[in-house]
Nanobody, 124 residues
Framework: QVQLVESGGGLVQSGGSLRLSCEVS????????IAWFRQFPGKEREKISC????????DYDGSVKGRFTISPDNAGNTVHLQMSNLKSEDTATYFC?????????????????WGQGTQVTVSS
């Protein structure tokens, strides 16, 4: 069983940066696809980024491409989402998700393991 714990959310001004972290335990990152989703109030969760160690693939939704970067840390059990040039429309609850898989991470839409979520609020 995979456990995911997010951290790093908070309040930031428009144009600022935050780094979210997803600490993974229970299974090695070697076998997992890691994704970040966000959820606006009253809306479905949407996938915004993913990464897999299998082929080092990454993918980004158009709304965050060029501003957000997903990457693993050197210790090997945490995946970060560096968010820059934040906008008020990035305000949401952000979730880390994991599933087993190989191949490009963009293939995967359904995830079976979720963190508890972390709130990001961007003030204008």
């Amino acid at each position: 069983q995979v456990q995911l714990v997010e951290s790093g959310g908070g309040l930031v001004q428009s144009g600022g940066s935050l780094r979210l972290s997803c600490e993974v335990s229970g299974l090695s990152l070697d076998t997992l696809v890691i994704a970040w989703f966000r959820q606006f109030p009253g809306k479905e969760r949407e996938k915004i980024s993913c990464w897999t160690k299998y082929d080092s693939s990454t993918d980004y939704d158009g709304s965050v491409k060029g501003r957000f970067t997903i990457s693993p840390d050197n210790a090997g059990n945490t995946v970060h989402l560096q968010m820059s040039n934040l906008k008020s429309e990035d305000t949401a609850t952000y979730f880390c998700a994991a599933r087993s898989g190989i191949g490009h991470c963009s293939r995967y839409r359904e995830f079976s393991n979720w963190g508890q979520g972390t709130q990001v609020t961007v003030s204008s």
